[in-house]
């Protein structure tokens, strides 16, 4: 296992289509979290996973946005009727919690045109 | 939310000089985290350090907290080229949360 997996690295859209990203975390790992970070900013919060269940949620986070990680292991973010203001990183990170950090996936880049 | 704020936003060095960055924060925490970020690539963990440790060693990096100012410094010494990145703290608020919450980032490029 050789760390977070995020795919795609790219995606390009039109507004108002969905898209769909992957997260493939580091296996053992029982904690995932998603991310997002536009340019010149640091990661912003979306949302946390312990095992197969989503207990958190930012408040920021419109509804347009969902995520899900059945079984535990791997987690898909989907968004909705894409806008512009949806260009950002998405990254995801995993963790076995205690004091081992947080490993990042190199992150998907959505453009949303 | 918590948030760490780094300071200062853009750091610019000759490579062999060291290199210091401070994070400040606001409310009591479990331990504070330093990552790094290459331009458009994903963060790597530097080092953690916890709420009852004042400082800790990896390599050329040398991280203080000071829990009573709520402020952290991460020094990086004998800087090189590839030292050039974005470097974020990031906090795990007590209580319990396991959300680690990041500041807006120092730019740091070290020339050659």
């Known amino acids: 296992d050789t760390g977070v997996s995020q795919n795609p690295r790219h995606k390009i859209t039109k507004r108002g289509q969905n898209v769909t990203f992957r997260c493939d975390p580091i296996s053992e790992h029982n904690r995932l979290y998603w991310y997002r970070q536009t340019l010149g900013q640091g990661p912003e919060f979306l949302t946390y996973?312990?095992?197969?269940?989503?207990?958190?949620k930012s408040r920021l986070l419109s509804d347009r946005f969902s995520a899900e990680r059945p079984k535990g292991s791997f987690s898909t973010l989907e968004i909705q009727r894409t806008e512009q203001g949806d260009s950002a990183m998405y990254l995801c990170?995993?963790?076995?919690?205690?004091?081992?950090?947080?490993?990042f996936g190199s992150g998907t880049r959505l453009t949303v045109v | 939310s918590q948030q760490g704020e780094e300071d200062p936003q853009a750091l610019s060095i000759q490579e062999g000089e060291n290199a210091t960055m401070n994070c400040s924060y606001k409310t009591s925490i479990n331990n504070l985290q330093w990552y790094r970020q290459n331009s458009g690539r994903g963060l790597v963990h530097l080092i953690l350090i916890r709420s009852n440790e004042r400082e800790k060693h990896s390599g050329r990096l040398r991280v203080t907290l000071d829990t009573s100012k709520k402020s952290s410094s991460l020094l990086i010494t004998a800087s090189r080229a590839a030292d050039t990145a974005s470097y974020f703290c990031?906090?795990?608020?007590?209580?319990?949360?396991?959300?680690?919450?990041f500041g807006r980032g120092t730019s740091l490029i070290v020339h050659p």
């Open positions: 990170a995993s963790s076995l919690g205690g004091t081992r950090g947080y490993t």
């Open positions: 990031a906090t795990d608020a007590s209580g319990g949360s396991y959300i680690p919450t």
């Open positions: 996973f312990q095992n197969e269940a989503q207990l958190e």
